[in-house]
């Protein structure tokens, strides 16, 4: 609990730094998701799915994920707020220098009201170990557990951490590698990358594994 209430308070902190994200993040009540999905129709569908269920592993599902959330990914593959906060992404970099705020607002609210898809995990020889880790972590190394951020079910906490139930292994284990590399380092304080950077390989495709039939 007190380590939830000091993440919360250093998102916050990070938020409030003067970013034009920040202000776009913090109030979704404007968003029109109508607009959002005739948008996600158009463009998105081709690589993240109908309703933001993507039938291809290195692509994401978006369904059901917090529109805070998608908003503050989209501002990141643009390069802002800072370029050394922002997510390096080809694709995504030239699809959402295309978006006005508007859109990307809209898009939010359009993809976190639709239903999540839940995988199953398909390796049973690591499965408990995914679990282990992603209930409790790893006390001996200083692994946090995921739980205590992304929840027990991995719904994620609305505009604070993401959505991972039900998530492709493929997409959950190529994060978990290019935050330990530090290729995608927008995270607030270094959350995500202190977490990846005492995983193993293995460690982390198991608890891929585990999230995408986590639910
Ligand atoms: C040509 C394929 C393609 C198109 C079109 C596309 N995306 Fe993506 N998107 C990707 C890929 C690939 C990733 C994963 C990037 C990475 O590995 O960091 C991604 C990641 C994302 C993420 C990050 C999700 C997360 O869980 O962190 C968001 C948000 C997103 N896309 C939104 C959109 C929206 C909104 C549109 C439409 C305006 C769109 N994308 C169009 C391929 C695409
Ligand atoms: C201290 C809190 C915290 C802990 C513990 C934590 N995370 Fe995260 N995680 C975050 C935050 C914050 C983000 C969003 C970073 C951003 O803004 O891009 C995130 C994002 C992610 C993402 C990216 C989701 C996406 O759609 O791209 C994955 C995957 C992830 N975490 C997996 C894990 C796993 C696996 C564990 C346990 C081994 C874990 N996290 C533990 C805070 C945490």
Not at 65 to 76: H, T
Not at 139 to 157: E, L, P, S, W
Request: hydrophobic share 40%; aromatic share 6%.
């Amino acid at each position: 609990m007190k380590l939830r209430l000091a993440c919360a308070t250093l998102l916050l902190a990070v938020a409030g730094a003067g970013s034009s994200w920040a202000e776009e993040a913090a109030p979704a009540a404007r968003a029109d998701a109508a607009k959002g999905a005739e948008k996600a129709g158009q463009i998105c569908v081709a690589c993240h799915g109908v309703n933001g269920v993507s039938m291809i592993p290195q692509n994401p599902s978006l369904a059901g994920q917090g529109a805070d959330y998608i908003v503050k990914q989209l501002y990141n593959f643009k390069g802002l707020p800072k370029k050394d906060q922002a997510r390096n992404n080809p694709i995504m970099a030239a699809q959402a220098a295309m978006l006005s705020d508007d859109d990307m607002r809209n898009l939010g609210a359009y993809y976190a009201s639709q239903k999540p898809r839940i995988l199953a995990a398909r390796n049973k020889d690591t499965v408990a170990l995914g679990q282990q880790i992603y209930r409790a972590g790893i006390a001996d190394r200083g692994v946090a557990a995921c739980a205590g951020c992304h929840g027990a079910t991995g719904a994620g906490v609305p505009s604070q951490y993401p959505r991972l139930g039900g998530q492709h292994a493929e997409y959950t284990e190529a994060q978990m590698k290019a935050w330990r590399s530090g290729e995608r380092a927008n995270d607030p304080n270094a959350m995500m990358r202190s977490v990846a950077a005492r995983l193993t390989d293995r460690e982390i495709a198991a608890v891929a594994d585990y999230i995408a039939g986590l639910h």
